[in-house]
């Protein structure tokens, strides 16, 4: 790893100033915005769909990372590949067929991601690490912002780390939930590369703390 990413969730963002949030995202030392899609379905909350990724990604200059929190991801893979979504991230816990959802999103020219619920251990997930893009890690439960960190999620991310060195796997580790000053120390020791961060970051001092995460 040569650096920590961090990656916004939009999620936090005053959405009644959309244009001026994206482009303080566009000036700000982040890597990514993170886009959290939601059904009501998978999980008890609605945000967003592709229109308004699209919308968004007309005018970001980052790197658009998608997490589908949403059952049946395969039936939306080829309207996120025309709204811009350079990652397509699906749960695991949302599909049937893994292997067809990663073949589709491939076909599609996106890098592809698979998230795992706090509940989910990384064993069910390893059959797919070698043609993976990026693993999600999440350490919160799915759905709503401003929740406790799990800290099983610092096994989790050195699991992943550790099969990645021995195997030689290319993955990028990305953790969503909880992250700030105090967690982001933990989940770096333990190997992560990508950092979400939602209600910490969005605010006045928003360099500061994109500064602060990734140093």
């Not at 799990?150 to 780390?161: R, T, W, Y």
């Amino acid at each position: 790893m040569e650096k920590i990413l961090v990656a916004p969730s939009l999620l936090a963002a005053d959405f009644m100033n959309l244009e001026t949030e994206i482009s303080r995202i566009n000036q700000s030392d982040a890597d990514w915005l993170h886009l959290d899609v939601m059904d009501g379905e998978f999980v008890p909350n609605l945000t967003f769909g592709y229109d308004l990724v699209d919308s968004i990604t007309n005018q970001l200059d980052k790197v658009a990372d998608v997490h589908l929190m949403i059952v049946n991801p395969i039936k939306f893979v080829e309207q996120f590949a025309k709204a811009g979504s350079d990652y397509f991230v699906f749960h695991y816990e949302a599909t049937d067929d893994v292997w067809a959802v990663i073949k589709k999103v491939k076909d599609f020219e996106m890098k592809v991601g698979i998230s795992i619920k706090p509940g989910t251990p990384v064993s069910v997930i390893e059959e797919f690490l070698p043609h993976l893009d990026l693993v999600l890690i999440m350490s919160v439960e799915p759905g709503f912002g401003g929740q406790t960190f799990d800290h099983g999620a610092v096994d989790k991310i050195a699991a992943l780390d550790s099969l990645r060195s021995e195997n030689g796997y290319t993955y990028l580790i990305e953790v969503d939930g909880g992250i700030n000053d105090q967690t982001a120390p933990l989940v770096k020791a333990a190997g992560v590369d990508v950092l979400v961060a939602g209600s910490y970051v969005f605010g006045p001092e928003m360099d500061k703390r994109i500064d602060i995460l990734k140093k």
